[in-house]
Structures are given as C-alpha cells and as structure tokens.
C-alpha cells in the first residue's frame, strides 16, 4: 500500500495512490483535493488536449465527467454556456476548448483566433464562477511570453515586452484568459488557475497543412513525400528557430497533478526543458518516418519567434517530470496518424 506523497512515482511520471492518504504533504489532504466522485466538465474534449485529459482522468479511475459535443453545445454562446453551467453545476472544469492552429492560420486570421477564444473562455470562466465551480484549470499557450523573453522562460515573463506579430492575437487572448481567471481569485476568492503549456503533439492533432503546427505538418509532409518518392521535402523558413515539443499525454498527466496539488493564481509552465531546432525536428521526422531525400527550405514562409522554451522549475518542483521522449513520441504519432488519418 503506498501513496504519492511518499514519493512512490510510476514510471509515467505522476499516479493516483494505491492506498488511502498518509497525511502529512499528502496530495489529498486539502480542501481543494480532488476526488473521483467529482463532477469535471471538460471543455473541448474532443480536441488534441481535451482527448488527452479525458483519457487520463478516465484511466486515473475518474467516473463522473461531463462533456458536450460542439453539435451539443457552442461554447461560444453565452446563454448556451450559462444554462448548461446551471444545469450540470461542475465541480472542477478543465478549459480546454479553444481556437488553436499554427503560424499560417494565426498569421492570417487573427480576427478569429482573438474573438472565438475571448466568446469561449469568457463564457467558461464566467459561467463557472456562476454556477460555484470549486476549481477551474485554464489552459493558455507558450506564445503568451514576449517574442525576446528570457530563455528558458519563466512565468514572471509575461507582459515583459512585445510578443511575437505572427500570433499575437491568439496570444492576447490567452492572456485575457489569464487575467480573468486572476480577477476572478482576486475579487471574488475562486480557485481558478492557469497553465501554459508548450508546443504540444500527439493524437487528434490537425493534420492539415495549412492550418496545424509543425510537428504534425512535418509528419505528414514526410509520409507523403516518402509514399510518393519525391526528392525533397519543403519545410517553412530557414530551419533555425528552436521550440520544446512535449506529447500531449504528458501535458495531461502534468494538468491532473495541477488539479490535485495547484492551488495558485499565478501562472505555471508545463514543458519538457529542451527544445530542439526546426532543422533538427525536421531530420528526426523524416528518420523516424523513413524519408531518405532532402530538406528544401521555403523562406518565403516566417520564421515566428526565435526560441520558445520553458522554464519548468515550478512544474518540477511540484514533483512532475515528462515521461515520453520527443523520438518515441513522434513515433507513437507517427503510428496514430497512419491509423486515423490515411
Ligand atoms: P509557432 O510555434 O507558433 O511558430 O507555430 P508552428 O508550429 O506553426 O511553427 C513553428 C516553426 O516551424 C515556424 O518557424 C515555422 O515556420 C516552422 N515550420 C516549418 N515547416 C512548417 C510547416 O510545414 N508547418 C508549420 N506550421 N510550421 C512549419
């Protein structure tokens, strides 16, 4: 019989006890713990996060969480939200529905990525407070940090200096996300917090290569090209920036322990530590896909910000760590894609 607070880790990094709490430092011994009779809404579980939330809580033993379907309910719909919120009267909410895409989609229509993120978390975070929900995570993005922030960049970075122009819509609204989370501990006493993960991938990623991120762009880039025989694979800018690319299972596990043991209204980083450069993303993807012809490099496209990496002290000191390596992670992606998407 053990329990967490012992330090009894899995090898994924963070689990459920086995046995009844032991007391002291232990992650169930507070008013804000989390059990598994809790009602959680998660917001957005369809989508890349959301499906991996969902996944965790369900294999953490989890039996009464509530979702909607964007069929069922449109989270943009202030009146919608409410009465559902008034209906289903959630414990814990997870936000992760928003409006996500790479640095195309967010380039060329930051109209939509400010608005729709402003209507689906105002009406979340509002409704929640409402409706007495006990604790909200709130999940914003590394973008929020300033294009030259400090590297690695810890939390105290935000709204230190201009952010990167490619995403800055998307990225102020996240930041609106933040500061309504915080005036709503501040003034009202709620417990609503907010994590920033880094660039995440994994299953139930957008594929499509005008509107995904880089990770599921290359991979499926690769797979064609290889399919197909091609000589080269065109990548975006010039190889040079450097991101952190954590698999979306780990960021899950991360947001499970933030429930049970986070309780702050400052924000918090969920990352891997290391980060890699386009170039280098882009030679793994091809090993681990089996594409043996070259790199072409489209510097027509931008670049983005030059480096994103997180510092992740705050994160680790709580006792996280990631448990999927980047090249395992592609590789398991790698396979759900061929199965989902071909
Ligand atoms: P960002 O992290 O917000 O910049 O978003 P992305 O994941 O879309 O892009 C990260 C970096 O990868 C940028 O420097 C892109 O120019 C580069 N990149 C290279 N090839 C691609 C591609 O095919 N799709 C995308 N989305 N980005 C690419």
């Given at each position: 019989m053990r329990c967490v607070c012992a330090a009894d880790f899995c090898s994924l990094s963070f689990q459920r006890p086995v046995a009844p709490i032991c007391g002291k430092d232990c992650l169930f011994d507070g008013v804000n713990a989390v059990n598994k009779s809790n009602k959680i809404f998660v917001a957005g579980h369809s989508g890349m996060v959301g499906s991996a939330v969902l996944r965790r809580l369900e294999a953490e033993g989890f039996g009464n969480i509530v979702m909607r379907a964007r069929a069922q309910l449109d989270l943009t719909d202030e009146s919608a939200v409410a009465k559902f919120f008034a209906k289903e009267k959630p414990d814990i909410v997870v936000v992760a529905a928003a409006k996500v895409g790479?640095?195309?989609?967010?380039?060329?229509?930051?109209?939509?990525?400010?608005?729709?993120?402003?209507?689906?978390?105002?009406?979340?975070?509002?409704?929640?407070?409402?409706?007495?929900?006990?604790?909200?995570?709130?999940?914003?993005s590394s973008c929020i940090y300033p294009k030259f922030a400090p590297q690695p960049i810890p939390e105290t970075a935000l709204l230190g200096g201009p952010l990167e122009?490619?995403?800055?819509?998307?990225?102020?609204?996240?930041?609106?996300?933040?500061?309504?989370?915080?005036?709503?501990?501040?003034?009202?006493?709620?417990?609503?917090?907010?994590?920033?993960?880094?660039?995440?991938?994994?299953?139930?990623?957008?594929?499509?290569?005008?509107?995904?991120?880089?990770?599921?762009?290359?991979?499926?880039?690769?797979?064609?090209?290889?399919?197909?025989?091609d000589q080269k694979l065109i990548v975006w800018g010039t190889g040079k920036p450097r991101r952190e690319f954590l698999h979306v299972d780990d960021c899950a596990s991360a947001c499970l322990l933030l429930l049970e043991k986070y309780d702050?209204?400052?924000?918090?980083?969920?990352?891997?530590?290391?980060?890699?450069?386009?170039?280098e993303l882009a030679e793994l993807i091809c090993d681990v896909v089996g594409f043996n012809g070259d790199l072409a490099w489209d510097t027509t496209k931008p670049d983005g910000t030059p480096r994103k990496l997180l510092d992740v002290t705050k994160l680790r000191d709580l006792g996280w760590k990631p448990a999927i390596p980047l090249r395992e992670g592609i590789a398991r992606t790698y396979e759900w894609f061929r199965v989902n998407c071909v």
């Open positions: 790479g640095i195309k989609a967010n380039n060329e229509h930051p109209v939509e990525f400010l608005l729709e993120n402003l209507r689906i978390q105002n009406n979340i975070i509002h409704s929640a407070h409402e409706s007495g929900v006990r604790k909200l995570l709130f999940l914003g122009p490619t995403n800055e819509a998307y990225a102020i609204g996240k930041i609106a996300g933040i500061k309504l989370c915080q005036a709503y501990g501040r003034e009202y006493g709620a417990n609503f917090i907010s994590a920033m993960p880094t660039n995440l991938y994994g299953p139930n990623d957008n594929f499509d290569l005008e509107t995904s991120h880089v990770l599921a762009a290359l991979l499926r880039k690769a797979h064609e090209a290889k399919l197909r025989k702050s209204p400052e924000i918090i980083n969920i990352g891997c530590g290391e980060d890699i450069s386009i170039r």
